[in-house]
């Protein structure tokens, strides 16, 4: 069974404070790590796709890495609008279903 | 393109009675997706379909959930008789089917938050 825990649950970071949100993840045959924001009422929201370990993708102020055991989503001089819940998730090369990890409430302080 | 586009928005019933939720697919999207969201649980898969042809259904929770795709452009997911515990905000997605000229990622509706009294 697939399983992704995300880490931590909560993290409040002042204006401009770098840091990283963590995703481990089990799966029987990796097609694709998938980050989402989600905004609060809203839908997930597509960040990145990552395919293969080694493999790096950047949008702004974030940057996703993947490993064969976990991903991380780096935020680098975080605004207050960078603040939400960012969702992680993994496509088994099995079906086109994805299976998301219970998210990280990230909250950025002016 | 407009998006997912998911209806009602927001639906308060009571225990026992017959809720339908409907979601709208982005055109061209042979994929749909029926996802659930609660606290404590997360976002789980219900049912997906593919072509209009349910796929994969081990995510619905029992009998009382039942999911249609009479064509590409729409499905429904009803629960009949509601229950409580089914209170959650339910989502719908879609993709199209991998291409050269297409991702993976799965697009979102804005969701139905769905209360049962």
């Known amino acids: 069974e697939d399983q992704v825990t995300q880490s931590p649950e909560a993290l409040r970071l002042q204006e401009g404070e770098s840091s990283s949100l963590n995703c481990s993840y089990t799966v029987s045959g990796l097609r694709g790590l998938f980050w989402y924001r989600q905004d609060p009422g809203k839908g997930p929201e597509f960040l990145f796709t990552l395919y293969s370990a080694g493999e790096e993708k950047e949008k702004e102020r974030l940057k996703a890495t993947l490993t064969k055991k976990e991903s991380f989503l780096h935020i680098t001089a975080p605004k207050p609008e960078d603040s939400a819940t960012y969702l992680c998730?993994?496509?088994?090369?099995?079906?086109?279903?994805?299976?998301f990890g219970s998210g990280t409430r990230l909250q950025v302080q002016p | 393109d407009a998006g997912v586009i998911q209806s009602p928005r927001h639906e308060v019933t009571e225990m026992g009675q017959e809720v339908t939720l409907r979601c709208k697919p982005i055109s061209g999207h042979d994929y749909l997706f029926w996802y659930r969201q609660t606290m404590m649980r997360g976002l789980e898969l219900l049912i997906y379909f593919n072509n209009n042809v349910p796929i994969d259904d081990s995510g619905m929770p029992e009998d009382r959930f039942s999911a249609k795709m009479p064509n590409a452009s729409f499905s429904t997911l009803k629960i009949q008789p509601s229950e409580p515990r089914d209170s959650a905000v339910y989502f719908c997605a879609s993709t199209p089917t991998l291409t050269a000229f297409s991702y993976n990622e799965q697009f979102f509706g804005p969701g139905t938050r769905l209360t049962v009294l």
């Open positions: 998730a993994v496509q088994n090369t099995g079906r086109r279903a994805l299976t």
